[in-house]
C-alpha cells in the first residue's frame, strides 16, 4: 500500500438498506454447494424494505488491522466460507475511489490491502425463516460494491450475493424476481433478473403473521442437503414441476392473474413442505398454528369461490398471505386477529407492524375492539370452527411488494461511528 495512504487516519463510509424477499415458487435443493447453484428456477416478492429491510454500514481505513463485522450489535466471525467469497470477489472487482473533500485516493491495488469494519442491522427476526440471510448478504454485497466502487451492474453482483446465501440475489432488485438457476458449471448465469417492479401489480397487500421468532431447529443449508441425498419427490418437482410453474408464474404476474397467482403460490408452498416432510429424517418447518392458517384461507377461499388470499412458508412456521387488494387486506386481518387475538397483558401498538392504517379499515384500535369481531361469516354454521388460539402469533407486519436497495446518508443512518470505524 502507498506510504502516504498508510500514514493517514480518514475513515471512509457507505451506508445501504436492502430489502428482504419471500419466494412464491420456492428455490429448494443446491446443486453445487460452494458455489450455491440450486436446481430449480425461482420467483419471488420483494418487500417493502420500510417494514422488513436489513441496514449495513460498511467503512474502509489504513488504521484498521483486519476485517471486522457486527450483525445487530454483536461482533461475529468474518471467517465463514461464505463471507470470505464474498469479500473476496467484491475486492478483485473494485476500482480507484477519490474523495475529494477528505483529501482520499484508493487506487485499484491498495483494495487488497485495506481492511473494511461491516455493521448490519435486520429491522425483523434473524432465522426465524423470514430470509434475513437474503437480505444480509445482498446488503453486505450492494454496499461493498458502493464502497469499492465496482462497475459491474446489479445482475453481475446478484451472482456474487448468492454466494453469500442463495435467495439473496433476488433481493438486488424490486417488485417480482425470478432467480436464474443457470448451466454453466462456473455458475455465471445463475443470476436474478427483475421480471416486473413493484409499480406493476401495487394493489396486492402482504399480512406476515409471525408464528415464531425462535431460531429454527433445522437450517435451511442443512435441510436443502438432506432433501437432495434423501428425497425422491424433490427429483421428480426440480425436473418436471417447477419448469411448467415457472412459465405460468410468470404470465401470471405479467397479466397481473390473482387467481392463477395465488393456486400457484399455494400449491408451490405445499409441495415445498412436503418435500421437507419426504426427506429422512422429515423436516418440520410449519407448526400447528401454521397447519392453522393454511386451513382458515383455504376455507375463505372456497367460500368465495376464486382465491381472495395466497399463503406461502419459507424454511420457518411463518405465514406469508398475499392479499390481491387492500380491501380484502381488511378482510384477512380481521379473520386473523379473530381466530389469534393477542395475549390480554401484550401492547397492541407491537402487536401490529408496518402498514397500521389497514387496522381503521378493520375497525379495531385496540384490545377491546379485537375481542368484539365477530365470527368470518363461512363459519356461521359451523360453532366448532369458532375456537381462538390467544397468543398463538406473536405480532403481524403488513406490507407490500417494495423497491430494491438503495444507498442512505450516512449522517442519519451510519451504524458506524465516522471518525473510528466502529460501532455506535
Excluded at 468474518?78 to 467484491?90: D, H, K, M, N, V
Excluded at 429491522?123 to 450492494?142: D, E, I, K, R
Excluded at 448451466?183 to 448465469?189: F, I, M, V
Excluded at 360453532?383 to 402469533?393: A, E, I, R, W
Amino acid at each position: 500500500m502507498a506510504d502516504e495512504i498508510a500514514a493517514q487516519k480518514w475513515v471512509l463510509m457507505v451506508t445501504a438498506q436492502t430489502p428482504t424477499n419471500i419466494a412464491v415458487i420456492k428455490y429448494w435443493g443446491k446443486r453445487d454447494e460452494t458455489l450455491i447453484l440450486p436446481i430449480n428456477d425461482s420467483i419471488s416478492v420483494t418487500l417493502d424494505p420500510a417494514h422488513l429491510c436489513t441496514t449495513t454500514t460498511v467503512s474502509v481505513s489504513p488504521s484498521f488491522e483486519k476485517d471486522r463485522m457486527w450483525l445487530n450489535g454483536k461482533e461475529i466471525s468474518l471467517s465463514g466460507a461464505r463471507y470470505q467469497t464474498c469479500l473476496r470477489e467484491i475486492r478483485s472487482r473494485a476500482t480507484d475511489v477519490e474523495d475529494e473533500k477528505k483529501g482520499i485516493k484508493i487506487g485499484k491495488k491498495d483494495w487488497e490491502k485495506l481492511h473494511v469494519h461491516i455493521a448490519s442491522h435486520n429491522n425483523f427476526p434473524t432465522a426465524a425463516g423470514l430470509a434475513s440471510s437474503a437480505a444480509g448478504f445482498a446488503c453486505l454485497v450492494f454496499s461493498l460494491a458502493k464502497l469499492m466502487n465496482v462497475k459491474e451492474d446489479q445482475g453481475k453482483l446478484s451472482a456474487i450475493a448468492r454466494q453469500g446465501s442463495g435467495s439473496a440475489c433476488r433481493s438486488l432488485f424490486g417488485g417480482f424476481v425470478k432467480w436464474k438457476m443457470g448451466k454453466e458449471e462456473d455458475g455465471s448465469d445463475s443470476i436474478a433478473v427483475q421480471l416486473a417492479d413493484e409499480k406493476h401489480w401495487d394493489e396486492l397487500v402482504i399480512v406476515i403473521a409471525v408464528v415464531s421468532s425462535r431460531q429454527k431447529e433445522t437450517s435451511s443449508t442443512s435441510g436443502m442437503l438432506e432433501s437432495v441425498e434423501t428425497s425422491m419427490l424433490i427429483k421428480h418437482r426440480a425436473k418436471e414441476v417447477v419448469p411448467k410453474r415457472i412459465i405460468q408464474m410468470e404470465e401470471a404476474i405479467k397479466d397481473r392473474d390473482f387467481p392463477s397467482f395465488a393456486r400457484l403460490a399455494c400449491a408451490d408452498s405445499n409441495q415445498f413442505h412436503a418435500v421437507c416432510l419426504d426427506t429422512c429424517p422429515p423436516i418440520f418447518y410449519m407448526n400447528d398454528t401454521s397447519h392453522r392458517i393454511i386451513s382458515y384461507v383455504e376455507k375463505w377461499n372456497r367460500s368465495e369461490g376464486t382465491p381472495q388470499v395466497a399463503y406461502t412458508f419459507d424454511a420457518g412456521p411463518n405465514a406469508v398471505l398475499i392479499a390481491r387488494n387492500r380491501k380484502v387486506a381488511a378482510q384477512l386481518l380481521q379473520r386473523l386477529l379473530f381466530y389469534f387475538p393477542p395475549q390480554s397483558d401484550c401492547d397492541f401498538n407491537s402487536y401490529l407492524l408496518g402498514d397500521r392504517s389497514i387496522l381503521q379499515d378493520v375497525g379495531v384500535q385496540d384490545l377491546k375492539d379485537v375481542e368484539a369481531l365477530p365470527p368470518p361469516p363461512e363459519i356461521k354454521d359451523n360453532t366448532t370452527t369458532t375456537q381462538k388460539y390467544k397468543g398463538d402469533v406473536s405480532y403481524f407486519i403488513c406490507t407490500r411488494p417494495g423497491r430494491g436497495p438503495v444507498l442512505l446518508p450516512d449522517e442519519s443512518h451510519a451504524l458506524l461511528c465516522p471518525e473510528t470505524g466502529l460501532p455506535k
